[in-house]
């Protein structure tokens, strides 16, 4: 089950909020929330790192997604019997599926329904999107899952933004979008792919779409900024969808030959250990990955070292 710790943040955050909507603060009121900044050691047993390849035959991506959970106790490790769930994927582009430039919508509705399995109460499917949204969720095939699922696809709005305390080495106040933080259990589904200015959008990356403000400002110092942005949300998990892998011209791409098929999905409570084995992916060493680097720096986690699994 998730930590008591976690728990209780996520609580804290709950009522800051409920406080904030019952009273006339104004605009410009601020929502303080601080996450874990403690690198989690590999020796502790509640550490884990899953990566899990689907054989061509046979492959299925709702199966290789449950056996990736299963191998560390299953969904009900972090989601409890009536939690509200936010899963984050990534689903900023009008791209087609098949485009890799989003989340795979069949990663995503078999994260939806094993949370469903293991009791959510709700689960809501949030990004706050860079083209339109509407046409993003048709066309990614977010808003499909949604439906076949039952979860909630939120649509961003300012109404939902709130400013609040980051306290990171560059940012610290920023709006972000309610729905990420008030939730009580947190999973980040991010596609694996390049990037033109940070190498790579990973989990980290992910994070710029659970705010909002003058998000083109955030590519300034980028390396820190999703850093400090990792610190302030701070999943109960991370999967990364590396079933099909833009290896070229991201975020956005565009065309079939930037996408090679993976079939892969990397599970972890440890972001940085999560994403040294998606750089991996791309023949990258995390040491080249610049918000790699810091984020094991600064003590959000540490690269994969000792523990892991591998599944095929």
Not at 14 to 33: D, H, P, Q, T
Request: a positive charge; one cysteine or more; hydrophobic letters at 45%.
């Amino acid at each position: 089950m998730r930590s008591e710790n976690t728990m209780t943040r996520r609580e804290s955050i709950k009522k800051l909020l409920r406080l904030w909507s019952g009273l006339s603060l104004g605009a410009s009121a601020i929502v303080a929330w601080q996450g874990i900044k403690t690198a989690r050691a590999f020796a502790d047993p509640g550490s884990f790192l899953v990566d899990g390849v689907g054989r061509t035959e046979g492959y299925s991506v709702k199966a290789l997604a449950r056996k990736t959970f299963d191998a560390v106790g299953g969904m009900e490790k972090f989601v409890s019997k009536g939690d509200v769930v936010a899963i984050k994927p990534n689903i900023s582009w009008a791209r087609a599926p098949q485009l890799a430039a989003t989340t795979n919508p069949e990663v995503l509705a078999a994260v939806v329904e094993l949370c469903q399995e293991a009791g959510a109460k709700k689960v809501r499917i949030v990004d706050h999107t860079i083209h339109e949204a509407k046409r993003c969720f048709a066309i990614t095939g977010a808003g499909m899952a949604a439906k076949n699922t039952g979860a909630d696809l939120v649509h961003p709005r300012s109404s939902l933004m709130r400013d609040m305390k980051m306290g990171g080495n560059r940012l610290d106040v920023w709006p972000v979008f309610t729905p990420v933080v008030e939730a009580d259990a947190l999973i980040n589904l991010p596609v694996a792919k390049s990037h033109g200015l940070s190498r790579l959008t990973l989990g980290m990356k992910n994070w710029i779409g659970a705010v909002g403000g003058r998000r083109n400002a955030l590519h300034q110092d980028i390396h820190q900024t999703i850093v400090d942005l990792a610190h302030f949300f701070k999943p109960d998990v991370t999967l990364i969808d590396a079933t099909r892998v833009m290896v070229r011209n991201g975020p956005s791409g565009g065309s079939p030959s930037d996408v090679i098929v993976m079939n892969r999905l990397i599970l972890s409570n440890d972001p940085v250990a999560a994403y040294d084995r998606a750089a991996r992916l791309f023949d990258l060493d995390p040491e080249n990955v610049g918000f790699i680097k810091i984020g094991r720096e600064q003590e959000l986690g540490i690269y994969d070292t000792a523990i892991s699994k591998q599944l095929e």
